[in-house]
């Protein structure tokens, strides 16, 4: 209970111990209402031959629905009516916005259980935590909604009684593109601080999980939202890159991979418009001598195995000091084999499906090309076939900890992104700030230790933007997350991402004459 009191921030109501009957289970979910979203309701994109691709349910392998992708018209037509919402929309005073958020947190928690199902279903994460991305998406909204009250400026006394004031205002048609980790929460987190600027969003999950984020465009609409003030394209990098590069869109901000955030801020810098991106990490876990064993063994499978290990903040460079690693080994190899791996949409399952077929093979590759590098597979790290004969195609395997790694192996330098924990042993301080440093990524970080002093003082020396003490991967919607060096720029939730959604206009007022050079 106390390991999930501190991930799920800020509460374990309904996510342990639902008793709701549940209205669909693994395989007989139906897909068929469209998935583009403008102009206020769901678009079917039939009647202009849109490209057509299947979408899987990763826990059975069966083909959920079929995605139809947007093409520059449909793109065109999503981005005006975003452009139409934000005249309105950035009109009203903010007690207005927020009242509208308000009432779309609510009715996520009414339709809690229905979304954390359909995001279970397309992204074959367990409903335990599919509950947890649901509420921290309805928190994102609601503390948003605060903040949509309190935008405001400066005044600056200037000389002879003139003065100058200055005024948050928001940007215009604010661009979305999301990974398929947590589909519902990164449309949330995207969105929440956007709309309370008193921005418009035109957002386009990615291809492998589209369904959830049309449920938020109807919630925004039933809310009270303006029609447009919340959009969804679907589509891969074409429909992505048509986003980027439309003119009338001014932010572009997208969680993925390294590569694709460069290129997304490539496309941005042609228009100038300003990105913020939450990219991949490979962050470090250090794990101190005189910690307390059992809330450090927790901390590592926090850090690596939520989501099925696709998260990407996760600390999955575990560097144990040398005395400890054999009971840390032991204890970590226990827990990690105990962990129920099947259906997900059952209450006892910890581990789902990965996200995909090809996902999978490759993850599974890390694993088979780390033992040709020398790593010691102490656990996990094959194929997994549930008994029940309906899940035999999904795409599952066994939570895997490497032992005998060293830096210079592939799994050690670059993001799985599976349920893949590489333990690294140290022996000073100094030598392991060196080598969890040493890397072009700096996403999170995490020091487990009774230490005081020697917390922070490792915290100050750590390269990485989010940065936990005695815990990990605990993210509440009140601060900012985000990356050091190569993992992003800019913040997602906190105070601070108010910023990244507004810009800021400072009006000079003349109270005498005009003093002319000329
Ligand atoms: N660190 C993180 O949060 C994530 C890391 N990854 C890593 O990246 C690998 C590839 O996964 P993908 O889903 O392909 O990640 P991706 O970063 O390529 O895709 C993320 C989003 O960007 C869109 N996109 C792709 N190319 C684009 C372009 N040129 N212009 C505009 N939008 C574009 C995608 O459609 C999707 O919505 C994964 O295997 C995983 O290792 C994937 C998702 C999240
Ligand atoms: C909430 N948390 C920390 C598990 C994941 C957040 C970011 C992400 O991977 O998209």
């Known amino acids: 209970?106390?390991?999930?009191?501190?991930?799920?921030?800020?509460?374990?109501?309904?996510?342990?111990?639902?008793?709701?009957?549940?209205?669909?289970?693994?395989?007989?979910?139906?897909?068929?209402?469209?998935?583009?979203?403008?102009?206020?309701?769901?678009?079917?994109?039939?009647?202009?031959?849109?490209?057509?691709?299947?979408?899987?349910e990763p826990a059975t392998g069966r083909v959920l629905c079929q995605l139809q992708a947007c093409g520059a018209t449909e793109v065109d037509a999503a981005v005006r009516s975003a452009s139409a919402a934000f005249t309105v929309w950035s009109k009203l005073a903010g007690m207005e916005r927020a009242r509208v958020m308000i009432e779309a947190a609510r009715l996520i928690e009414k339709r809690r259980e229905e979304i954390a199902e359909m995001e279970v279903v397309n992204n074959g994460k367990s409903i335990t935590e599919a509950r947890l991305d649901v509420d921290s998406a309805r928190l994102c909204i609601e503390y948003f909604a605060g903040h949509a009250t309190t935008l405001s400026g400066q005044h600056v006394q200037l000389a002879g009684g003139s003065f100058a004031y200055t005024r948050r205002e928001p940007l215009g048609v604010c661009v979305g593109i999301g990974a398929w980790n947590y589909p519902f929460q990164i449309a949330a987190w995207k969105s929440a601080p956007a709309i309370a600027c008193g921005n418009s969003m035109v957002f386009k999950p990615s291809p492998v999980t589209p369904v959830t984020a049309v449920l938020l465009a109807e919630i925004y609409s039933q809310a009270g939202a303006p029609e447009g003030?919340?959009?969804?394209?679907?589509?891969?990098?074409?429909?992505?890159?048509?986003?980027?590069?439309?003119?009338?869109?001014?932010?572009?901000?997208?969680?993925?991979?390294?590569?694709?955030?460069?290129?997304?801020?490539?496309?941005?810098?042609r228009g100038v418009k300003p990105v913020t991106l939450e990219l991949g990490g490979k962050s470090p876990l250090i794990i101190f001598e005189d910690t307390d064993l059992e809330n450090?063994?927790?901390?590592?499978?926090?850090?690596?195995?939520?989501?099925?290990?696709?998260?990407?903040?996760?600390?999955?460079?575990?560097?144990?000091?040398?005395?400890?690693?054999?009971?840390?080994?032991?204890?970590?190899?226990?827990?990690?084999?105990?962990?129920?791996?099947?259906?997900?949409?059952?209450?006892?399952?910890?581990?789902?499906?990965?996200?995909?077929?090809?996902?999978?093979?490759?993850?599974?590759?890390?694993?088979?090309?780390?033992?040709?590098?020398?790593?010691?597979?102490?656990?996990?790290?094959?194929?997994?076939?549930?008994?029940?004969?309906?899940?035999?195609?999904?795409?599952?395997?066994?939570?895997?900890?490497?032992?005998?790694?060293?830096?210079?192996?592939?799994?050690?330098?670059?993001?799985i992104f599976g349920p893949v924990m590489s333990v690294l042993p140290f022996d000073t301080e100094d030598e392991v700030l060196r080598r969890a440093n040493d890397s072009s990524l700096g996403l999170a970080a995490?020091?487990?230790?009774?230490?005081?002093?020697?917390?922070?003082?490792?915290?100050?020396?750590?390269?990485?933007?989010?940065?936990?003490?005695?815990?990990?991967?605990?993210?509440?919607?009140?601060?900012?997350?985000g990356g050091y060096k190569a993992s992003g720029i800019g913040r997602e939730n906190g105070q601070v991402t108010i910023e990244f959604y507004s810009q800021l206009k400072t009006v000079v007022v003349e109270m005498g004459d005009v003093d002319s050079l000329f």
């Open 229 to 269: 003030l919340y959009n969804v394209v679907q589509g891969g990098e074409e429909t992505g890159s048509l986003l980027c590069h439309h003119p009338s869109v001014a932010k572009v901000s997208f969680t993925g991979s390294v590569p694709t955030g460069k290129k997304i801020m490539e496309m941005a810098s």
């Open 1 to 56: 209970m106390v390991l999930l009191r501190a991930v799920l921030t800020p509460g374990l109501r309904g996510v342990l111990h639902y008793t709701g009957t549940r209205s669909s289970s693994s395989g007989t979910l139906q897909i068929k209402d469209p998935l583009n979203f403008w102009c206020g309701g769901r678009v079917n994109l039939k009647d202009v031959k849109a490209k057509s691709e299947p979408v899987y």
């Open 296 to 415: 450090a063994v927790r901390g590592a499978l926090m850090a690596n195995f939520l989501s099925q290990g696709q998260v990407c903040s996760n600390g999955t460079r575990v560097f144990v000091q040398r005395s400890i690693v054999p009971q840390f080994l032991k204890e970590v190899v226990r827990r990690t084999k105990a962990i129920l791996i099947g259906d997900p949409l059952l209450e006892e399952t910890r581990m789902g499906a990965l996200v995909s077929k090809p996902h999978l093979d490759k993850v599974l590759g890390y694993v088979n090309q780390a033992k040709k590098e020398g790593a010691r597979v102490l656990c996990g790290g094959e194929p997994f076939i549930p008994t029940n004969p309906k899940l035999k195609d999904g795409y599952y395997m066994t939570p895997c900890v490497l032992d005998g790694c060293t830096d210079d192996m592939t799994c050690v330098k670059e993001e």
């Open 446 to 481: 995490g020091v487990f230790t009774k230490d005081v002093k020697r917390a922070h003082r490792v915290i100050e020396n750590l390269q990485a933007g989010s940065c936990f003490i005695n815990n990990y991967n605990i993210t509440p919607v009140e601060v900012p997350f």
